[in-house]
Structure formats: structure tokens, C-alpha cells
């Protein structure tokens, strides 16, 4: 196993090599030894939960974290889906039905993980609706659609990110780091690009605020926060889009990247953040848009 970070943040007294108090320093001994895995795949060691894997961007990311070497969690509310999944990686995969909008269903999904050995120290908060057709601008939004969207795009998120938190602090001693969680954002929470998707885009503009206010909470617990911002991406979860020629059009027309995204654009930004080499990395946004939010 590669040495993480330790569980405090060193704070150097200039000219020093020693932290004061109960921090320690950073050297070459506390530092990831990424010289070793070599021969190995990146989450190598790893045991990583992906929230929404049943289908879409979570099933592209599970199956590249156990190609990866990580055993992964498939959590999903459809259990047909959840079981497929982890079904098609084989014994480096489980598959865990969850609802992520209930805080007990939460919990109990990290106790028995936690019992049986698989407590996660990589979580990647990816689950989330978006509801075409009923979503709409603030005056024509149903107070019931927003508060659906709500319930599993931001309190579904904030639960998962909560108790994955409160397992990493069980897991962590002074030898290892605590874990990496990865939220993921949409360009609609950067910019008025979800203009007729109030309810969705609050939501993600809300993931994006609670990934750098947890991210500076627990970084002196070495749980690092961040945010993966997708641009328009070809799964289930937009099939009204991508089966109507015309919304298709207007929306990759807005992507300078010219074409729209699939999960195996994701991918090795979610690798990078799970894996060592992301170990300095907390609190950001990384966007995989296409250049979307930069319009």
C-alpha cells in the first residue's frame, strides 16, 4: 500500500522543517510513494462508492475505477440496474440499492459496508435527476418539482456526503489519509446556461457551494472535496434531448468542443481525484465541458 498524506495539515514555521503543535511535516516519508504502482493500476488498493452506477455517467465511472484496480460499490435506487452493473465488473464489484433522498437508507448503506470490509475511502456523489417537461423558469416552476429535484439533487447529495464524512473520520488514524469525494456539478450551475431548468440548476449551483464548504471543514482531516462539472452528456438521464433532432442540435451548438459528451470523458478526471496524484487537490471545480461554461 502507498503512504497518503498524514492526517494533519503541516504548518511550517518559515525556514523550518518541523510543524508546530500537533501537525506534522510533509517529506519525502509522508508523501504518496507514486513511484511504486508502476505495474499498477491507479486506485490500485482503493474502495470507492458510486451513487447513480446502475446506469449513465456512474456506470462509466465504476467500471473505470475497478479497471483501475479499485473494488467498487454500485449504489443505486433501481436494484435491477445496481445488480447489472456490478454484475458486468465482476468480484471487484457490489451492488448496494439506496435512496439517497433518505437519510436512513443512507446510513444504512455505510454500516454495511462498514461491517463487512468496504467501508469507502473514495465516494463519488453522482446520483441526480433532472425532470424534462415539468422543471421550467422560476414564475411556471411547480413548487412540487422543485422541491422533488431538491430532495435527491442536493439533500440526496449533502446525505451521502455527510455519511461518507462521518466514515472516513471512523477510518482515519495518523498513518493514513482519510478519502476522496467527488461531487458532480453541471455548467447550468456555473452560468444562466439551464435558464429553463430553474429547480436543476439551483441544485448544482448548491452541490458546487456544499463540495468547497466541506472541502475546507475536513482538509485537515485529509478528506478531500471537489467537483467534476460535465457539460450535455449522452445518457438515460437526457434521453428527451437526444432523441429530439433539434434540441440536440441547439444544445451541442452551444458546446465549442462541437459534439457532446460521454461518460468516458469523465472518467479520468474522476480517476485522477480518487487516486494519489490528486492528493493536493481540494475545493475545486473541474470542468469536462467541452468549453461549455466558458461561454
Avoid at 462498514?114 to 424534462?132: I, M, R
Avoid at 411556471?140 to 418539482?145: G, H, P
Wanted: hydrophobic letters at 45%; one cysteine or more; aromatic letters at 4%.
Amino acid at each position: 500500500m502507498e503512504e497518503d498524506l498524514p492526517r494533519r495539515r503541516a504548518r511550517c514555521e518559515p525556514g523550518t522543517d518541523a510543524a508546530p503543535g500537533p501537525h506534522r511535516a510533509l517529506t519525502r516519508a509522508t508523501l504518496p510513494d507514486r513511484t511504486r504502482r508502476s505495474k499498477m493500476g491507479m486506485l490500485e488498493g482503493k474502495t470507492a462508492l458510486v451513487t447513480g452506477a446502475g446506469t449513465g455517467i456512474g456506470r462509466g465511472v465504476a467500471e473505470r475505477f475497478a479497471r483501475e484496480g479499485a473494488r467498487v460499490v454500485i449504489a443505486d435506487r433501481d436494484a435491477d440496474a445496481a445488480a447489472g452493473a456490478a454484475a458486468a465488473i465482476g468480484a471487484a464489484a457490489r451492488a448496494v440499492v439506496v435512496d439517497i433522498s433518505d437519510e436512513a437508507s443512507v446510513a444504512a448503506a455505510f454500516a454495511t459496508l462498514e461491517s463487512d470490509g468496504w467501508a469507502p475511502d473514495v465516494v463519488v456523489a453522482n446520483a441526480g435527476v433532472q425532470l424534462f417537461g415539468q422543471d421550467a423558469k422560476a414564475a411556471d416552476l411547480d413548487l412540487d418539482v422543485w422541491r422533488r429535484t431538491l430532495d435527491v439533487n442536493l439533500t440526496g447529495t449533502f446525505l451521502t456526503v455527510k455519511h461518507a464524512v462521518r466514515s472516513m473520520l471512523r477510518g482515519v488514524d495518523e498513518a493514513a489519509g482519510g478519502g476522496s469525494i467527488i461531487l458532480t456539478g453541471s455548467p447550468t450551475g456555473l452560468n444562466g446556461e439551464g435558464a429553463d431548468f430553474t429547480a436543476y440548476s439551483a441544485t448544482k449551483a448548491g452541490i458546487h457551494g456544499l463540495a468547497r464548504t466541506v472541502a475546507a471543514a475536513y482538509a485537515d482531516r485529509n478528506i478531500r472535496v471537489n467537483t467534476v462539472v460535465p457539460a450535455y452528456t449522452e445518457t438515460s438521464l437526457v434521453t428527451s434531448i437526444s432523441t429530439n433532432p433539434e434540441d440536440r442540435a441547439a444544445i451541442i451548438g452551444r458546446i465549442p468542443l462541437g459534439r457532446p459528451g460521454a461518460p468516458r470523458d469523465v472518467e479520468g478526471i474522476m480517476v485522477f481525484l480518487a487516486s494519489d496524484d490528486g492528493a493536493f487537490a481540494t475545493g475545486s471545480l473541474f470542468a469536462v465541458d467541452g468549453g461549455m461554461s466558458t461561454l
